[in-house]
T-cell receptor
Framework: NAGVTQTPKFQVLKTGQSMTLQCAQDMNHNSMYWYRQDPGMGLRLIYYSASEGTTDKGEVPNGYNVSRLNKREFSLRLESAAPSQTSVYFC???????????FGSGTQLSVL | EDQVTQSPEALRLQEGESSSLNCSYTVSGLRGLFWYRQDPGKGPEFLFTLYSAGEEKEKERLKATLTKKESFLHITAPKPEDSATYLCAPEAGTASKLTFGTGTRLQVTL
């Protein structure tokens, strides 16, 4: 079972460049999430999608956009990358509210 | 606003030396409190969910407990393979998202 798959695993961008982080899950989960993790800050929620066709802002949405392409896929886009967006990004999914999150292996992004 | 504080930030134990990690939280109407383990370079891995005060869950050398304001992760006779960062995350009843603490980085030495 693949679970939650994120691509790419590593990426280096220059300031102002754009890119999309991809996430797919094969567990038929309704909810999907994007988090960023920075030293000393813990995991912070960027955006989430409670079901196909809906998206909501989390704690730190500025500078990001998301698309829930279908039930399986939830992408995160940086339109104009900034050094402050250097971080490790995790995608997660789960079934019913209240159940555990399943995490992907992360994308390490550096913006120079 | 939901708040989560984990302590200590870092903990170094010798093999076999038991201890506890603390997670203090303030959320509106707790739906559940989650514990995760994270190894370097990997995504968090689920350990436990606790739903109500007084509940306890165990897995090998780990036991999680819950009160109305705190959760503890007790580690009994730890081994070096227990070295990791442990994250707690309460979920408020009105939301469909978890709020993570900054974690406790545990190192167990021989």
């Amino acid at each position: 079972n693949a679970g939650v798959t994120q691509t790419p695993k590593f990426q280096v961008l220059k300031t102002g460049q754009s890119m999309t982080l991809q996430c797919a899950q094969d567990m038929n989960h309704n909810s999907m999430y994007w988090y960023r993790q920075d030293p000393g800050m813990g995991l912070r929620l960027i955006y989430y999608s409670a079901s196909e066709g809906t998206t909501d802002k989390g704690e730190v949405p500025n500078g990001y956009n998301v698309s829930r392409l279908n039930k399986r896929e939830f992408s995160l886009r940086l339109e104009s990358a900034a050094p402050s967006q250097t971080s490790v990004y995790f995608c997660a999914s789960r079934g019913p509210v209240g159940e555990k999150l399943f995490f992907g292996s992360g994308t390490q992004l550096s913006v120079l | 606003e939901d708040q989560v504080t984990q302590s200590p930030e870092a903990l170094r134990l010798q093999e076999g030396e038991s201890s506890s990690l603390n997670c203090s939280y303030t959320v509106s109407g707790l739906r559940g409190l989650f514990w995760y383990r994270q190894d370097p370079g990997k995504g968090p891995e689920f350990l436990f969910t606790l739903y109500s005060a007084g509940e306890e869950k165990e897995k090998e050398r780990l036991k999680a407990t819950l009160t109305k304001k705190e959760s503890f992760l007790h580690i009994t006779a730890p081994k070096p393979e227990d070295s990791a960062t442990y994250l707690c995350a309460p979920e408020a009843g009105t939301a469909s998202k978890l709020t993570f603490g900054t974690g406790t980085r545990l190192q167990v030495t021989l």
